[in-house]
């Protein structure tokens, strides 16, 4: 087999690449194992987005009920109800 300098499909996140008299079965199976490794940190990114979101937004109710001054109570709510959104947008994304 002839292998040529100019790969025709380049997989980086695991450093393979298929030559061009390969067949398409292993260009197929590298794409779709970079696909899934992409998938994962994506969740991994929701997952942690989500996680923060909902910190914020028990934070934000900490403040409402706590604070000391209007400002805060209204910053607190602010918190909670920016954070709930983004939140409901990270679960509709997952």
């Known amino acids: 087999m002839f292998i ?7 997989c980086l ?9 390969s067949n398409l079965d292993g260009a197929l199976n590298c794409q779709r194992s970079c696909e899934r490794q992409k998938d994962k940190q994506s969740e991994t990114f929701l997952k942690k987005a989500i996680e923060g ?3 914020e937004v ?10 000391q001054s ?10 909670s109800t920016d954070h709930a959104a983004a939140n409901q947008k990270a ?3 997952a």
């Not at 996140?13 to 008299?21: G, K, L, S, T």
Request: hydrophobic residues 40%; negative net charge.
């Open 4 to 10: 040529d300098k100019q790969p025709t499909g380049v």
């Open 13 to 21: 996140e695991q450093n393979a690449f298929v030559a061009r008299d």
């Open 70 to 79: 209007d400002a805060l109570k209204s910053y607190g709510k602010m918190l």
């Open 53 to 55: 979101n909902f910190a």
């Open 58 to 67: 028990s934070m934000g109710e900490l403040a409402q009920q706590n604070g």
């Open 91 to 93: 679960l509709d994304a």
